[in-house]
């Protein structure tokens, strides 16, 4: 059912249990779902250098 899409909660209610967190140990995040998240992150422009410390003129 997660893979399907389907909320942990909904899985919880599904399975009878009380909380999310007893489903969530059984789990296991598929690599291509963590690749998929990862490039639907915006890109970010990191600088090569901090001008953090340097002093004003």
Same mark, same amino acid.
């Given at each position: 059912?997660?893979?399907?899409? !389907?909320?942990?909660?909904?899985?919880? @209610? %599904?399975? +009878?249990?009380?909380?999310?967190?007893? $489903?969530?140990?059984?789990?296991? !995040?598929?690599?291509?779902?963590?690749? @998929? %998240?990862? +490039?639907?992150?915006?890109?970010?422009? $990191?600088?090569?250098?901090?001008?953090?410390?340097?002093?004003?003129?």
């Amino acid at each position: 059912m997660i893979d399907a899409g !389907v909320p942990t909660i909904v899985v919880a @209610a %599904a399975l +009878r249990h009380s909380d999310t967190q007893s $489903v969530e140990k059984y789990v296991r !995040v598929k690599e291509a779902a963590i690749s @998929a %998240a990862i +490039r639907g992150l915006p890109s970010v422009r $990191v600088p090569l250098a901090s001008a953090r410390g340097q002093r004003r003129p």
